[in-house]
């Protein structure tokens, strides 16, 4: 794989119509030297679907670089397989068939498994996922790695289209009716998705970035911040230190605990390694959410919701 791009290099962002991958798209359409193809699995003039090995190597032949952002991330585990590892399967095969220049996956430091993670660094934490999601995202890390390929872990994305963690940090507080007091300070690597977006181009176009994984982040807020984040967004989110008794109605729900499992651990990310790669203006962006990002969690707050998964 080459470590410099050629011209008007053609870009394709499979997965282009989903939260990251549209991002990225985006970001790379303000960047007069790339030539921008958008690949969805519907609404998109080149749509397919990753399981089938055929169309994305018609869809992917003849392309420099591929940014692949198009996993499943839900719970089936039949799917975790043949999207994120079968799937991945054929796009590394139809990038290494066509010559491409680059190959970027965008995966989640959910792979290193749960927490306490302190400024963990790529090289010194094992990848040990929980999960039969994760464990998928970890097999599909492996298959862009063989193949030359960069993966980019992010921890929390927030922002426009964000359908899991600004919802969970909500509905975990509205049942918990604030967070625990002994778990306030637990911090959290954070990025916002057009910063994500922006940082994945700029590391595209680093020489250096091949075959390895980073982390990717602006910054770490606390669990206390990210609620009171969200009480400054929707009026009805409470952002009160609490005592480490949860509500006896909240006591016996599954995916409250679920999210307490990782919102009370720490989680952050060195963020040395791409840093050091790439002089990215978004990483060291100061984190806020725009005026359209916090309209987005109001119009998409559900009232009174059961708690979901935070992150997968």
């Known amino acids: 794989m080459s470590s410099r791009l050629t011209p008007l290099a053609g870009l394709s962002v499979v997965g282009a119509s989903g939260f990251i991958g549209s991002a990225v798209a985006r970001a790379a359409h303000k960047r007069a030297h790339w030539a921008v193809r958008e690949i969805a699995r519907s609404a998109s003039p080149a749509a397919f679907d990753v399981r089938d090995a055929d169309a994305v190597y018609a869809a992917l032949s003849g392309t420099a670089v591929v940014v692949h952002a198009a996993s499943y991330i839900g719970n089936d585990p039949d799917l975790c397989y043949e999207i994120n ?114 940082a994945i181009v700029d590391l595209l176009e680093a020489p250096d970035a091949v075959n390895c994984s980073v982390n990717v982040a602006q910054t770490t807020l606390s669990l206390t911040e990210l609620v009171t984040l969200f009480a400054g967004v929707i009026d009805s989110v409470p952002a009160h230190a609490i005592g480490s008794t949860a509500p006896t109605s909240a006591q016996k729900d599954a995916r409250l605990a679920h999210a307490a499992s990782l919102l009370e651990v720490e989680h952050t990310f060195s963020t040395a390694r791409i840093q050091a790669l790439v002089d990215s203006p978004s990483l060291s962006a100061p984190f806020r959410l725009s005026r359209p990002e916090r309209q987005w969690y109001r119009e998409h707050d559900l009232e009174h919701s059961t708690v979901g998964p935070v992150v997968v």
């Open 85 to 198: 590892v079968r799937g991945t399967e054929n796009i590394a095969k139809a990038f290494l068939g066509s010559n491409g220049e680059r190959l970027m996956y965008v995966s989640t430091a959910a792979v290193y498994g749960r927490g306490p993670f302190h400024m963990a660094s790529e090289r010194a934490t094992s990848v040990r996922p929980s999960s039969a999601l994760s464990k998928s995202r970890a097999r599909a890390e492996q298959i862009v790695l063989d193949a030359g390929g960069v993966v980019v872990r992010p921890h929390l994305v927030l922002g426009v289209g964000d359908k899991w963690v600004g919802p969970g940090v909500i509905r975990y507080a509205r049942t918990l009716g604030g967070f625990p007091r002994s778990s306030g300070d637990a911090r959290h690597s954070v990025v916002e998705v057009s910063h994500l977006g922006n």
